[in-house]
């Protein structure tokens, strides 16, 4: 149990283990689209395919769309509610505050709080073998969480490695952003099998809370600028990556 559960976990450490061996000063755009894309299609993929379907597959639509709608709004509120910044913007979002604070911490709070629906993702993968959800779909999110952290570590870490930050650093930011999967994901892990009859809720809920940053976040990231033609090569890649880890692992 306890390396489920920190699998994903693990590829957000590796990813931001990048900061010691790429030495530009700058992350190469079109590397970030990658990034960005590859991670999306992933997050989308394991959306569906392990969240999602084994949700309507209970039979229970009503619980199915009242999770999806909750786990959208749920991260939407935080997001109206909690300060943070997005990668290449220096306009905070989230409710102002009258201590300043840092730009480093913002953009931690913001990696941070859209792990939280994956940790939770990772939590009811860890429940498997019911009905539910069998142990080769929870295996295979939990490997797709894992992939599109390392991408996600690496984004965090090597901005801050451009802004000055010590390799060392930046490299325990980007993995700190990680820590709070392992941490929502025990929780989850604990509370479901008192949930057990609202386990469709409960993976429609992660579905959606993940496809809002999908939506919310990465893509128009992903799409600005130059170079989106190739996050939109790599969205395709990471979508049938999952597809074959969900085929290959049932």
Avoid: W
């Amino acid at each position: 149990m306890i390396l489920k559960l920190l699998i994903p976990f693990i590829g957000t450490t590796l990813g931001s283990a990048c900061v010691f061996l790429v030495h530009k000063e700058k992350l190469d755009e079109r590397i970030e689209k990658a990034f960005l894309g590859f991670a999306s299609g992933v997050m989308v993929a394991a959306s569906f395919f392990s969240l999602l379907l084994p949700s309507l597959d209970s039979g229970d639509i009503t619980m199915a769309v009242i999770g999806l709608l909750s786990g959208m709004g749920f991260l939407l509120l935080m997001d109206s509610l909690l300060p943070h910044l997005h990668l290449h913007t220096d306009e905070p979002e989230g409710l102002k505050t009258k201590k300043r604070l840092s730009k480093v911490f913002m953009m931690f709070m913001a990696v941070t709080l859209h792990n939280v629906p994956e940790g939770a993702a990772a939590g009811i993968a860890m429940v498997s073998g019911t009905d539910i959800i069998s142990e080769s779909a929870s295996l295979a999110l939990l490997i797709g969480i894992a992939i599109q952290n390392f991408p996600e570590g690496a984004i965090v870490a090597l901005p801050l490695r451009t802004s000055g930050m010590s390799r060392f650093k930046a490299f325990l930011y980007g993995t700190a952003t990680g820590a709070v999967e392992p941490v929502a994901a025990l929780l989850m892990f604990v509370i479901a099998p008192m949930i057990t009859p609202f386990m469709p809720l409960a993976l429609s809920f992660a579905a959606g809370a993940m496809l809002y940053v999908v939506i919310e976040e990465l893509i128009p990231e992903a799409s600005v600028g130059k170079h989106s033609n190739i996050a939109t090569v790599a969205f395709a890649l990471g979508l049938a990556l999952m597809m074959v880890l969900d085929v290959t692992l049932s």
